[in-house]
């Protein structure tokens, strides 16, 4: 089958990265969640005194740009690629409720954007790659053979993350996921540089109704409808 090209954008916790390290490993591409690298450097920010008495101090962060060197290392035992932030394995810190609170602010940086989508269009120059994230069937690949657009609803949404977080064993209420959720949906569709809206050409899915399983079926169809076509 022809390699092609697979953007998966939408909402927090619309379960992208399953479906994308599902297909990824179905279709034995690449697979690349570029939230991952949003956080990393928020991270990096919240460590690197780029927040003083609680306000974000965009220009540290910029200047700084240069000393953030952002990675993916493939770990065989878990199936997927882990975030590294200069050669440090940051998967675990990058997704507590702090870095989930603040990485929106990062995101709004055209300067983290710009540094993050060229980073992002050259692991892609190959096809064969399943990307996640806000901005990928509009900036980082507009030519994507296949665009997905992910929805579910605010509390659907609130709840699977509220899930995760206590499963991890975070000390969170359902209440403080759920502002984050809608917080971070305002942020993101609201921003200056590429907010999130969906492609022309993307399919949407509104998986409220939809479990993994048939998720994935559906898009896979999609997969080998494109397949052929190319
Ligand atoms: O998918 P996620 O929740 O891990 O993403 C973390 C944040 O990064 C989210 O608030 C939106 C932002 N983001 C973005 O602006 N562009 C992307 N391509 C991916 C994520």
């Known amino acids: 089958m022809k390699k092609i090209t697979i953007a998966i954008d939408g909402f927090s916790s619309t379960g992208k990265s399953t479906l994308a390290k599902q297909l990824a490993n179905h279709l034995g591409y690449i697979y ?3 939230g991952a690298m949003y956080r990393a450097v ?18 540290t962060l910029i200047n700084s740009l ?19 932030l200069n050669e440090a394995n940051v998967e675990t810190e990058i ?3 702090e870095v989930s609170s603040f990485v929106s602010k990062v995101a709004e940086v055209s300067e983290v954007r710009t540094k993050l989508v060229e ?11 399943v990307m996640d994230g806000r901005d990928i069937g509009t900036v980082v690949f507009p030519d994507a053979e296949l665009k997905i657009f992910m929805t579910a609803s605010a509390t659907t949404r609130a709840q699977r993350r509220y899930d995760e977080l206590v499963a991890k064993g975070d000390a969170v209420t359902f209440e403080e996921v759920l502002a984050n959720v809608e917080e ?9 540089d590429s ?6 050409d993307a399919i949407e899915i509104d998986n409220s109704h939809l ?9 896979l169809e999609l997969v080998s409808e494109i397949a052929k076509t190319i």
């Open 66 to 84: 240069p000393n953030i060197k952002l990675q993916f290392k493939f770990n065989t035992d878990l199936g997927f690629a882990e975030m590294y």
């Open 184 to 192: 971070r949906d305002y942020i993101d569709t609201h921003r200056k």
């Open 211 to 219: 479990n993994r399983k048939e998720q994935f079926e559906l898009v």
């Open 95 to 97: 997704r507590t409720i």
């Open 32 to 34: 690349v969640d570029t």
């Open 195 to 200: 907010p999130l809206v969906m492609a022309e």
């Open 42 to 59: 928020a991270l990096f920010a919240m460590q690197n005194g780029c927040i003083n008495a609680d306000s974000f101090d965009k220009q």
């Open 119 to 129: 980073q992002q269009k050259e692991m892609g120059k190959d096809k064969a790659i």
